[in-house]
């Protein structure tokens, strides 16, 4: 074979290999708590692109629907462990769990793992949030999740997060999340954990992704401005229109 061929060959190769790896599609297995929002954080995307690449006719998702997501993937080694395996990926354990639906704490030689790119939380900047935030506004803002919502769905941490910002954007209200979650009106704090100094508690993770996806806009309630526990016999808050309901958190207007 002479030198022209084979420069042929290896260009021809190279082309092939580069053509193979220019866009790889992996596939992630929707889990109870997702949004198309949170997905796009995780896999360092946009929604818009999650729904054209799947062919969705809205942002809607259910629960063990399988989406194509871009991502690095990574095939196990039997020395390997999680906590190896985002090391080597300079990744957050828990990121790295997250974006692999049937991985929890083990796993096995030859088993396909999805990279993600993106980070479930961040704390950075506040460009492009619905209001203005601190490091420790974010903080904030999750240990009232955390200390609100622990025990019930991500859907109604989301939604605890989105009532104080709600009010942030709300003249009845103080324009700061700090200002807001410390309010004190007619002698009452206007949030129990304050009161009881749950707020001092470490937040959950998923109370920091919750308060994150709120910050850029994540809504399920579609404006409340109040929440409470449905043991409740406050007449008052009863007699409020209901925008959700999830678990025993009741959330109105």
Avoid: H
């Amino acid at each position: 074979m002479n030198f022209k061929k084979i420069r042929t060959l290896l260009f021809a190769l190279t082309f092939s290999m580069l053509s193979f790896t220019q866009v790889y599609a992996a596939n992630y297995t929707v889990k109870s708590g997702d949004s198309l929002f949170k997905i796009s954080i995780l896999f360092k995307t946009d929604v818009d692109t999650i729904i054209k690449n799947n062919n969705l006719k809205s942002s809607e998702i259910y629960p063990n629907q399988v989406l194509y997501v871009n991502s690095s993937t990574y095939t196990v080694k039997p020395s390997d462990t999680l906590y190896l395996i985002a090391k080597k990926y300079g990744i957050a354990l828990n990121t790295l769990i997250a974006a692999n639906s049937n991985v929890d704490k083990y796993i096995y030689p030859g088993e396909v793992l999805n990279i993600p790119a993106g980070w479930i939380f961040k704390s950075t900047s506040s460009s492009g949030s619905i209001v203005p935030y601190s490091e420790s506004d974010l903080d904030l803002l999750a240990r009232l999740v955390t200390a609100e919502a622990e025990g019930e769905a991500y859907k109604a941490k989301v939604a605890v997060a989105a009532v104080v910002l709600n009010r942030v954007q709300n003249s009845r209200f103080p324009s700061t999340i700090k200002d807001v979650i410390y309010e004190v009106s007619g002698g009452y704090y206007q949030f129990t954990p304050v009161y009881n100094g749950w707020i001092n508690k470490s937040a959950s993770q998923d109370s920091k992704n919750a308060a994150y996806e709120a910050l850029y806009g994540s809504d399920p309630t579609n404006g409340a401005l109040y929440y409470f526990d449905d043991s409740t016999t406050n007449t008052w808050l009863w007699s409020k229109p209901i925008a959700l309901r999830v678990g025993k958190m009741v959330f109105v207007y």
